[in-house]
């Protein structure tokens, strides 16, 4: 498949995840008046499941896919502008609300935020949606599937995390010394035994790549007697994940337990030392499923944590934690990536030919670490210009 569609599902996720961090889900379950932000989650998630769909089959080569996939690419740039107009009206409807001291603050707050949806041309939505429309309207002729899905089923297609850092790091020192602080810095501050670090940002802006380096740090091999790695994904397994937990911790075989001789031999295994259990891109928001998880932590040290990597506020809302929001990384770390994977440097300086074009390609990856990452990957070695 061409770079440009292959880059194109991520982008649609992007879009999707700033949809989400808006709050668009709550405001709607409020009722406020938000029909063009409804519509147009509603097309990114068509879009979505018709390109995840497309790239199974691989019809990239059809002339007419490529049309579609064009037309496909101009509706969601021209979605990424009416999303960025409600993020402006809404950043600057938040201070408004919260400066509010009145009964009524809650309800003033999304009156802002439907006033900000009303500031979106009525008639540029709708030329949008008779695009959409058109554009869905061709899909029986590719034979284009509508798979419907949770999100996840698309941004999780991706091998299993490990523990392991990666060989090149690009900006994040300041997030890694915050976090560190986090872990092993605020022991005399707390009473709690065991304490939840939940990190939390959109898929694909790094959180896991943070994890690890922090996992391998010096200071945190040497603070902490345990140290654990998990890859949840997007099923939430207590019995499997206790086991992997144990298992690590023993190294010792644990197949054949029920979860109830697991969880006592895990406490007993974690009694009075100080451990660092990195649970790595969790979906699950039952909080039975999560305290129960949790049962046989309790008897660590005091100063033992629980790192949690997560793109959704409401995992971090049933930890009971505060969260460690990461953001994007600057254009200049996201270009020094781009350049990296493309061309085994860390600038354009002995490229300067590319320099342009590269700088316009990092621009496009949003600052997301994973997007610069597979874009590099593409563009791996092809130092021709019109490549």
Known sequence: MAIGEIFLGSFCQVLLDKLTSLGLDYVLQERINTTSLHM????LETINAMLDDAEDKQL?????????????????????????????EAGQAKPKAESS????????????????????????????????????????????????????????????S????????????????????????DVQKSDATLSIVPIVGMGGVGKTAL???????????????????????DFFDVLNITKTILRSVTELPCEGEDLNGLQVKLKDSLSEKKFLVILDDVWNEKYGEWTALLKPFEAGA????????????????????????????SLDNCTSLLAHHALGERNFGRHAYLE??????AEKCKGLPLAAKILGGLLRNKENLDE
């Open 40 to 43: 147009l989650k509603g097309m």
């Open 162 to 185: 490990t523990s392991l850092p990666k060989l090149h790091f690009f900006g994040r020192e300041e997030e890694e010394a915050q976090v560190l602080e986090l872990l092993i810095g």
């Open 60 to 88: 990239s080569d059809d002339r007419l896919m490529k049309l579609w996939f064009d037309d496909v690419r101009d509706l969601a740039y021209d979605i990424e502008d009416l999303l960025h107009e409600f993020e402006i």
């Open 302 to 329: 005091k100063g033992s944590k629980i790192i949690v990597t997560t793109r959704n506020h409401s995992v971090v809302s049933i930890t009971g934690a505060s969260p460690y929001p990461l953001k994007e990384l």
């Open 101 to 160: 001291t009145s009964g009524g603050q809650l309800k003033r707050k999304f009156s802002l935020f439907s006033r900000s949806c009303s500031l979106m041309s009525e008639t540029k939505s709708q030329e949008m949606k008779g695009r959409f429309e058109e554009i869905i309207s061709r899909k029986a002729f590719l034979s284009l599937r509508e798979n419907v899905v949770h999100i996840s089923h698309y941004t999780n297609k991706r091998l299993p």
């Open 356 to 361: 342009a074009i590269g700088n316009k390609l």
């Open 211 to 233: 994890v690890q380096q922090l996992y391998n740090h010096v200071r945190v091999k040497s603070y902490f007697e345990r140290r654990v790695w998990v890859c949840v994904l």
